[in-house]
């Protein structure tokens, strides 16, 4: 059996550009500042934006990204941040594979393109209008790297990075790649906060992109192993989202004393109460980056990822599970380990 | 308990994959057998766009689906089944030709893995307009928040049908559907499961049809892919769907067996977003990725069914991967694209151009295109114009992709 290992974490959130602003508004714990998105109509919605960054990120002067969307900067920063250590060496990485999860991809473009088709299509943009393409954003991203061997686009809920997670570890077991890079990215708009508010009035809708770079080789990693992914437990008609959550919970190993769960909490009671159920008996460290930092959707279970990594890296903790319970399509769960700390047994809780 | 997605354990020897269950829908209509009798003759059917207007676009007419009156809305509650857009309506129904001519009545376990490029468009459409003309008339608005997202759609195909397994959704723009039948292929083959339901679908959207429009990609005439004149594509709706399935386990229910999933190759183009690399040289890579994996040669292939958009770079990019690909015997390799016949599906196209190979191993016929008169300088091969009986025991089936991400399919006649 192959093991995979996390070799570097990348991130854009609300609390900046990198791991660090990241980092420190966890560890602060208080809910970053909402700000007033306008839209047409009577009252203003709500939304986390991403602060611009210190300085220009040198990649947006590669000519791929000189129309680029916001969404794609965020991918791309978040990128480059995981792929650090492995292209910092000699020898660099010669198959890079991405795996790039959506939920409503690059917003503001096609926003404004629409806006534009119904004045005159005529005179619409064809400089907008490619990158308003779901598969767009990896394709940018994958014109900063090595030519990657295989470059996917995934889209779903929240919950998708964990699937995008999945199928690097499949690549990466078939030896199609040497590392694979997923990204989950979103991006902030008035119509997209306007739609998440018909469905969740207390959601604070926010963006940005986190990633994870994974390897097969040991001597690769950053100190954490992915040890674990749960199946997609899809919310159906005979499977509720608290049935899912508990099935999800049920198939993550046990965890060991002192362990994390990074958990997908955030405002809204109803939706929270499935996951929290399915972790009852928690008593362990938990950490629910949505409810510092917004809901980022795709990106923000990159996050929770790229969080529980940090975490495990620094030596906090030994062991992390990572539970979706995502927004409405499935719940996923993940466990990252410590490489050089035993383990509790890896099987999963109630066979 | 359904099986963890890692780590898991991978069978010695990959199974043998094949398709027990198809279903299609185009602008030549539905099911099987209407469109085995349209793409074998070489039928064409584009009509003025009826689903949004298109008085101020240059181009006006598109391969557009008629839908039947009443969709199989299988268990779907009637709550459910009043939020169907157009979208999901092809997917339900091609969704259930293939499960039913599949027989897989009763598996809660299917997982669904389906290409598409833009989901509910049309109803993140309706959407931006209701949001920014009466924004604070909020009727319907969060039915069409919900059904715009794919994965919604798709999970709709899961609860008609009684499946709970996982959902996944690829969007490779134009490679999706074949790109979603080869991840089936490889769910399969790495022992994740015994049966996928997979494919592809795409409806006509405003946004994207005035997109291509405002890249002048678009055919004022007809499309005419490999032709020395052809002008453009035109674009089309659809969807298909394919009942994939390990061979042992279709053994072991004695199933129909449509054909076989041979091999899948994979190869990205990095250079630029929107076109072709000159030369081919991802779609050469992805070609022979699917032929490795198959193991094949060019000389075993009987018949390419061609990613043929009909724009002027894509036809001869791919035209001298062909020839790079095939070497000698590109002289007498059969080659058509269907998208003369029903436009460009899109995320579907893949998806679709699979069935029709699957249609024309089965039946023995090449799929002629019309509209065919002379062939581009850069084809090395005959291109298919007339309707021909032919001995096809394997073919190879492209896709190529805004952003680069280009897929060949390898399939089997089962005999």
């Known amino acids: 059996m192959s093991r995979i290992f996390v070799a570097g974490t990348g991130a854009v959130s609300p609390a900046g550009w990198g791991m660090g602003p990241l980092r420190n508004a966890l560890q602060t714990g208080t809910p970053l500042p909402i700000q007033p998105l306008d839209r047409p109509g009577s009252s203003p919605l709500r939304g986390r934006p991403v602060p611009a960054p210190a300085t220009r990120p040198a990649f947006l002067a590669h000519p791929r990204l000189r129309r680029a969307s916001p969404i794609t900067h965020y991918a791309a920063a978040a990128a480059l941040e995981a792929m650090a250590p492995l292209l910092a060496r000699p020898a660099g990485i010669r198959r890079v594979g991405i795996v790039a999860c959506l939920d409503a991809g690059c917003v503001q473009y096609s926003c404004r393109f629409f806006e534009e088709t119904l004045k005159d299509p005529a005179t619409a943009s064809p400089l907008l209008f490619p990158e308003t393409v779901f598969s767009a954003i990896a394709s940018n991203v994958s014109s900063l790297l090595e030519q990657p061997p295989s470059l996917h686009t995934l889209i779903g809920d929240s919950a998708t990075f964990l699937q995008g997670l999945a199928l690097a570890a499949d690549w990466l077991v078939d030896s199609r790649v040497d590392a694979c890079l997923v990204i989950g990215t979103g991006e902030l708009n008035w119509l997209l906060a306007d739609a998440l508010w018909h469905l969740d009035h207390s959601a604070v809708l926010t963006a940005g992109a986190g990633a994870i770079a994974l390897v097969c080789d040991e001597s690769l990693s950053s100190g954490t192993e992915l040890k674990a992914i749960t199946s997609s437990h899809t919310y159906t008609s005979r499977v509720s989202r608290h049935t899912a959550a508990s099935r999800m919970r049920q198939q993550l190993p046990a965890p060991g004393p002192g362990d994390l769960l990074c958990d997908s909490l955030g405002d809204n009671s109803r939706t929270n109460r499935a996951e929290l159920d399915a972790w009852s008996d928690w008593t362990g460290p938990r950490l629910s980056p949505r409810r510092i930092l917004g809901e980022g959707l795709v990106a923000a279970t990159g996050w929770q990822c790229a969080a529980a990594v940090d975490l495990l890296n620094r030596g906090t903790h030994t062991g992390a599970n990572v539970s979706v319970a995502g927004t409405n399509q499935q719940a996923i769960g993940a466990r990252f380990a410590r490489h050089d700390f035993p383990q509790p047994d890896s099987t999963p809780q109630h066979p | ?415």
């Open chain 2, 1 to 415: 308990m359904i099986p963890m997605l890692f780590p898991h354990r991978h069978p010695q020897q990959p199974p043998r994959v094949v398709v027990t269950g198809a279903g299609i829908i185009t602008s030549l209509g539905l099911g099987w057998d209407r469109n085995a009798e349209g793409f074998q003759s070489g039928k064409s059917e584009f009509l003025p766009v009826s689903s949004f207007d298109v008085s101020r676009q240059k181009v006006k007419l598109a391969a557009q689906v008629s839908l039947p009156p009443s969709i199989p809305t299988g268990l779907l509650t009637p709550r459910q089944s009043s939020r169907v857009d157009r979208a999901t309506s092809m997917l339900l129904l091609t969704a259930h030709e293939a499960w039913t001519q599949a027989g897989w009545a009763g598996d809660t376990s299917v997982p669904v893995i389906l290409g598409t490029t833009a989901g509910g468009m049309a109803l993140g459409e309706s959407y931006f307009r209701q949001a920014v003309t009466t924004p604070d008339h909020h009727a319907l608005q969060a039915t069409r928040a919900l059904q715009y997202q794919a994965h919604n759609q798709v999970r709709m195909v899961s609860d008609a049908l009684g499946t709970d397994g996982a959902v996944r959704i690829i969007s490779n723009a134009c490679a999706s559907g074949t790109d979603a039948i080869g991840n089936a292929w490889e769910w399969i083959r790495r022992g994740h499961g015994e049966r996928v339901l997979t494919g592809g679908y795409d409806a006509l959207s405003e946004m994207v049809f005035t997109g291509f429009g405002s890249l002048q990609l678009m055919s004022t005439t007809t499309c005419r892919p490999f032709d020395a004149s052809r002008d453009g594509l035109m674009l089309g709706e659809g969807a298909a769907v394919l009942a994939l399935e390990s061979l042992d386990s279709a053994r072991r229910r004695n199933a129909t067996i449509l054909g076989e999933i041979l091999g899948y190759g994979t190869a990205i183009d990095r250079h630029h977003l929107t076109q072709p690399h000159p030369q081919g040289d991802a779609a050469l890579a992805a070609m022979c990725g699917a032929c490795d994996s198959a193991r094949v040669t060019s000389a075993d292939i009987d018949y390419v069914n061609a990613h043929g958009t009909g724009t002027l770079l894509n036809d001869s990019s791919e035209a001298i991967a062909i020839g790079r690909w095939a070497g000698p015997r590109a002289a007498t390799l059969p080659v058509s694209s269907s998208k003369a016949c029903i436009g460009h599906l899109l995320g579907a196209a893949g998806a679709v151009e699979a069935v029709i190979c699957l249609m024309a191993l089965k039946g023995q016929w090449l799929p002629p295109q019309p509209n065919f008169e002379r062939p581009d300088a850069t084809c090395t091969f005959p291109v298919v114009s007339k309707p021909q009986s032919a001995r096809v025991d394997t073919v190879i089936s492209n896709s190529f992709g805004f952003g680069g991400v280009n897929a060949s399919l390898v399939l089997r006649r089962w005999a």
